[in-house]
């Protein structure tokens, strides 16, 4: 899971807790603006100091079309302190310093935190929506019995990592129940939320990482 994948990653949680601020100020009968929707996404973001959430994971690889599935868990914390944990790797920042933890190869990437135009974190992925991205309404579609209305955002930097975000909401309840993301290189992540807390005050130390004893490190800075 590399530096833009755990950005999406992030900016999905935020999106999924955008929902609560839709239902409480919907009808199940009431046509959505992109004004509206903006104003909610802004609106849960302010409310928002940290979220911790548990997580399912598929990757279909665009070039191999191998596919991959994973569990695991996000904290995450403003500003721009993330750590994302599965059985395979844990990535951790303050908003500084970055580190990338593989487990199978015993290694230790530390970095610099990079955030430029073409970056994708949670802020700017989230307070930017109608500006970076065209938005589109797509046939509804059923996922299992449930009937969702599907959102599609198209970057319009061409030189943008994401290709196409794709979100499903469920009818009524406003309830984010999938997003897809496809990149440049056309492989396809979907996410899905199975569970998420916000605002436990998520401790500092969480997004610090201190490599184990017998790992190689590979400092990058």
Known sequence: MNIYRIRILCAVVLICSLSAV????SSSSQRYTLQQINDGIQNRYKMTD???????????F????????????????????YRVQTDQRVFVTDGNTVWSYSEA???????????DQNSISPERFLLNLPKNYFTSLLQPEKLGTISAQVLKLTPKDDRSFIKSV????????????????????????????TSMILNTRVPRSLFTFDPPDDSEVVDLR
Request: charged fraction near 25%; hydrophobic fraction near 40%.
């Open 62 to 81: 665009g070039f191999s079309r191998i596919e991959q599935a994973f569990k695991g868990t996000l904290w995450m914390a403003k500003p721009r302190s």
């Open 105 to 115: 190869n015993q290694q230790v990437l530390i970095d610099h935190y990079k955030e």
């Open 50 to 60: 940290d979220a911790t959430a548990e997580f399912d994971q598929h990757v279909r």
């Open 166 to 193: 794709k979100i499903w909401v469920e009818n009524d309840s406003w309830m984010v129940r999938k997003v897809q993301i496809e990149d440049v290189n056309e492989t396809v992540t979907t996410y899905t939320i």
């Open 22 to 25: 839709l239902l409480s100020q």
